[in-house]
C-alpha cells in the first residue's frame, strides 16, 4: 500500500527556477526520505530527515517536515536540466521498511 | 564501492511461465530488499532480509513468488507461474544495518518484466 501522496503529480518548469513538491502521508513516522528516479541512475536517496526535525538542507535541496500536518515538501532551487527524473517521497514507521508514494514527475527545459 | 548489482536487465516471459531474478548487494549490508515498481507507481515492498533471514514479507504474493537470500549475500526472486499483471520493475536494495547504519537504502539498477 502506498504511504505517501506527491502533489503534483507532474511539473514542468525552465531552468534556473525553484520546484517545490509536496507529500502527504496517513500514519506516525519515524523519518522521512527523498528519492530521485531516472533512467540514468535509477532510484537514488537525496536526503532524509527525521521525526523531531523540521527542516533539513543539503546542496540546493531544502526539505520540511509537520508532523502534525503529516505532509512534507521538498524544495529544489536553482534547477538545471540534470534534476528532470520523478521524485518520491518515502516514510519508514518500523524496522526501516520505505514506504513510497506515486511520485512527482520533474521536467526542466533548457 | 561497487553499487548493488542485479540481473537481468529485461526479461519476456509468456503468462504461466517462470522466472528468476539475482541480486548481489554491496558488500557488508547485511539488510536486503525486493522491490516491485509497476508503471506510474512507487516501488511497493515485496520481502525484507536481515543477513539470511526475512523480517517482513507480508507483501508478497506467496502463492506465486519466492524468495531466498542463502548464506545472507546474493538474493533471487521467482515467480511462478507469472501473470500478466507482474510486469514490473524489479529492485533489489541493501542497507548497511551495523552500529554506524542509517535509514539510507541502495538501489540496484532493476529488472523490467514484461509479461505476454
Known amino acids: 500500500s502506498q504511504q505517501g501522496e506527491e502533489d503534483p503529480q507532474a511539473l514542468s518548469i525552465q531552468e534556473g527556477e525553484n520546484a517545490t513538491m509536496n507529500c502527504s502521508y496517513k500514519t506516525s513516522i519515524n523519518n522521512l526520505q527523498w528519492y530521485r528516479q531516472n533512467s540514468g541512475r535509477g532510484l537514488v536517496h537525496l536526503i532524509l530527515i527525521r521525526s523531531n526535525e523540521r527542516e533539513k538542507h543539503s546542496g540546493r535541496l531544502r526539505v520540511t517536515l509537520d508532523t502534525s500536518k503529516k505532509s512534507s515538501s521538498l524544495l529544489i532551487t536553482a534547477s538545471q536540466a540534470a534534476d528532470t527524473a520523478s521524485y518520491f517521497c518515502a516514510t519508514v514507521s518500523g524496522y526501516s521498511t520505505l514506504t513510497f508514494g506515486k511520485g512527482t514527475m520533474l521536467l526542466v527545459s533548457p | 564501492e561497487a553499487g548493488v548489482a542485479q540481473s537481468p536487465r529485461y526479461k519476456i516471459i509468456e503468462k504461466r511461465q517462470s522466472v528468476a531474478f539475482w541480486c548481489n548487494p554491496i558488500s557488508g549490508h547485511a539488510t536486503l530488499y525486493w522491490y516491485q515498481q509497476i508503471l506510474g507507481q512507487g516501488p511497493k515492498l515485496l520481502i525484507q532480509f536481515q543477513n539470511n533471514g526475512v523480517v517482513d514479507d507480508s507483501q508478497l504474493p506467496k502463492d506465486r513468488f519466492s524468495a531466498e537470500r542463502l548464506k545472507g549475500v546474493d538474493s533471487t526472486l521467482k515467480i511462478q507461474p507469472a501473470k500478466l499483471e507482474d510486469s514490473a520493475v524489479y529492485l533489489c536494495?541493501?542497507?548497511?544495518?551495523?552500529?554506524?547504519?542509517?535509514?539510507?537504502?541502495?538501489f540496484g539498477p532493476g529488472t523490467r518484466l514484461t509479461v505476454t
Open positions: 536494495a541493501s542497507r548497511f544495518s551495523g552500529r554506524a547504519s542509517s535509514y539510507e537504502q541502495y
